[in-house]
């Protein structure tokens, strides 16, 4: 589907966005009796025939809401598909409306049919902005930008959909540089021997039993013209469990579907650094991506077993599905020696984060408060919802260990969202902790039902919102 700034082209229909419910004062009497008789109020959606109008209510109780807009648009789109029409118009009267209704349309039309013989069908093909409020250069520029980063999320959503069978760490490692090959990143990815001689014991050990073997993935992007220039370096780090079967600590078959949405870190900060890149950001940006399969077999790491992690310190495993903090620590502390102005990592982390703050919301961590509001600002303006769970220190010895310097798993389950927040915080650098932020998507990455701009699965979380904190920090 193309969103296209064309001033003179009008559409099969023409989409009127209604706020508030207000109805617009200039309907035609036909409108107006062919809206009462629908009993139409300015909820929901509704098409009039005779005058082409397809009017589309964004729910007041939503609205100022960050999404409301998009998920008016998203499921406009699903409605207007199905109709015998290729083209439809909108009318935007600022640039921040343009924004969202181009995230809305284009991420609302994402669905992952590649595995059904029936292939979801939307007719429509072209939507036309329109706008007398600002000028016509400024909304082609929003137009491209919401592209770059919407067709990013899409990719993304995709690759995180894909079964296990086929997203192992070797085709996620592909994937990275064929991204790579295709913006301008430069890539280069490491194989077991080098983790090995990082000595990265933690990472190695989730690793073990797998027939798929892990990879180390460090993604670079540095804009042109930049060289002798003092650029915010940003450095992002993703949990890729290509599958989590929880290991020894085998997880119950009901827990273990969905697992193919444990990467979901590592893939978002695939499509961070794609979208930096086409965007053309002014900042220096790396991905660590930590890929790896959770397996069982005669070789696996066991509870209590000892590992020492790249930094020499030592982790107690009392349950093997605690994995994705093992990874992360060794890929934090490689991250570590790269010095950036901020460290952020996303992972799907724990179900307790889900149960603090729900399905949808990302729970942000760290020890900087500052940076914490910050980057809360920038989801919230980019459309992703959010909540900061506060660190603790009387939390931080549930994961003490008597015969290790930490345990894997904390002591107690209550607050295991910010103890295993606090417990990956170990293994950054000290000079850079109130330079990190920890960010868990365990609730918004993947939800088996589709909600607002999106669908049932993949919801790409993170990369907007880290993208729009990037953007924030550049200027």
Known sequence: MEILANSKKRGDLEIVLLYDKKLPKNLTKAEKEALEIRNYKGEGSCFVESSRKFFVGVESHNYPFPNALRDALASAVGVIGKLKVKSASLQVKTKQEAREVCEGIMLGAYCFDTFKT????NNLKEVYLHTTQFAQTDLESIIKDSKILSESVNAIRELINTPPMIAT???VADFAQRIAKDSGLECKVYDEKFLKSEKMGAFLAVAKASANKPYLVHLSYKPKGAKGKKLPKVVLVGKGL???SGGLSLKPGEFMTTMKSDK???CAVLGILESVA???L???VHGILGLAENMIGGDAYKPDDILIARNQKSIEVRN???EGRLVLADCLSFASD???????????LTGACVVALGDYSTGIMGYNQKLKEDFAKAAFEAGELSGILPFNPYLRKLFNSEVADLCNIPSSRYGSAISAGMFLGEFVKESLVQKWLHLDIAGPAYVEKAWGVNPFGASGAGIRAVVQFITNLAK
Do not use: F
């Open 320 to 322: 093997t599905d605690a």
């Open 338 to 348: 790269l010095n950036p102005d901020v460290l952020i990592d996303l992972a799907t």
């Open 242 to 244: 290509t599958y989590d």
């Open 282 to 284: 002014k900042a220096e």
């Open 278 to 280: 086409k965007l053309g």
């Open 169 to 171: 760490p070797k085709y």
């Open 264 to 266: 979901s870190g590592a």
């Open 118 to 121: 029936k292939k979801n069908e």
